[in-house]
């Protein structure tokens, strides 16, 4: 399912399903950017509304620092949790704006990105944030955000942008120009491929992959022309998986040069769901989530999945593991805690 949403000043019409709201799709606005991009001023920052319903509002994203767990989503809303997802705090952010993604690389080290061209930063776990970039003017959301190390990261969104940091944080560079995307598709997703390099994927199937940690990138015809909103390597050198619309998921042995199709199967035929988002967890398997609460997991590599519709049939953004094998999930209604299948467990 798609939805209609206009640019900025200027812009054209685009559609990209990415961001879930109860009703279906939140609309992403997005404009321009510029050349270069330095801090974010030091201006009375907004900080997010402290909310006892905040874990059940609508999140999009969740990670692991460490041990402990990381969410982001609505209103600038960041949760953590130290007890597997039973318990979450709401963490002091100074945004009120959607955040659409986190990455940490370390228990300390971790970044959140989201609509305004929004980039946060936080040294301790996801306890306290600081706003490194915003653009208030030019409402361009970022969509995912990778580090490297606590120095070097990229982040991606709207219309190419392609945003580089060598110094964790106190300078943003776009270094759009570095990718043949003429057309400004949008890049919806970024990760790094075990023994190869980085991989990006976004609108109209676009592909794009570097092998000297982002500072060249090559342009690839993908297989698919419809919008890609993620990207995962799997445990195996230059494996990895790209997914999006419809349930439409590939799997690439040789970082891209060819792919395979993975045919998903359903209770009542094949999922043509849209899938949002993707983990691997510990033991080398991977889960992946979308729309409908699809809920897909592998213990092959991505060469097959088992998918679990769920009952309730919310829809799902992100995804986590927990220690003793189950699943974090997030999307609509907020914070939901599954079995190892993705089949419902008992609510934080």
Excluded: C
């Amino acid at each position: 399912m798609t939805v209609p949403y206009m640019a900025g000043t200027g812009g054209a019409a685009r559609a990209r399903p990415w961001a879930l709201a109860a009703s279906g799709l939140l609309v992403l606005s997005m404009g321009l950017w510029a050349n270069t991009i330095e801090a974010a001023s030091a201006e009375t920052p907004v900080y997010s509304t402290e909310s006892a319903k905040a874990e059940h509002s609508l999140l999009l994203d969740v990670t692991h620092a460490g041990k402990r767990l990381v969410a982001v989503g609505d209103r600038g809303h960041i949760l953590f949790s130290d007890d597997q997802g039973q318990t979450w705090t709401q963490a002091k952010v100074p945004t009120r704006q959607l955040l659409t993604a986190v990455y940490f690389v370390d228990d300390k080290q971790g970044w959140a990105v989201g609509h305004d061209a929004q980039i946060l930063a936080s040294s301790d776990g996801g306890v306290t944030w600081s706003k490194q970039f915003e653009d208030l003017k030019r409402e361009a959301p970022l969509l995912d955000v990778w580090f490297k190390d606590a120095q070097q990261g990229f982040a991606v969104g709207a219309y190419g942008a392609l945003l580089e940091t060598t110094d964790g944080g106190k300078h943003w560079t776009d270094v759009g120009e570095r990718l043949d995307n003429e057309d400004q598709f949008h890049l919806n997703g970024i990760a790094a491929i075990k023994d190869a390099g980085l991989f990006i994927v976004g609108e109209q199937g676009s592909m794009f992959r570097s092998s000297d940690d982002g500072q060249t990138w090559e342009k690839l015809e993908g297989p698919y022309q419809g919008s890609l909103f993620g990207v995962i390597g799997t445990a195996q050198p230059r494996t990895l998986l790209a997914y999006g619309l419809r349930g439409n998921l590939y799997r690439s042995a040789d970082f891209g040069d060819n792919w395979q199709q993975i045919e998903l199967k359903a209770a009542r035929g094949a999922l043509e769901f849209g899938l949002a988002s993707a983990t691997l967890l510990d033991d080398g398997s991977l889960v992946l989530v979308g729309n409908g609460g699809s809920v897909l997991r592998s213990s092959d590599d991505g060469q097959t999945f088992s998918v679990f519709n769920r009952s309730d049939r919310i829809a799902l953004t992100g995804v986590s593991g927990q220690d003793k094998g189950g699943l974090v999930l997030v999307g609509q209604g907020g914070i939901h805690l599954a079995t190892a299948q993705g089949a419902e467990g008992v609510q934080p």
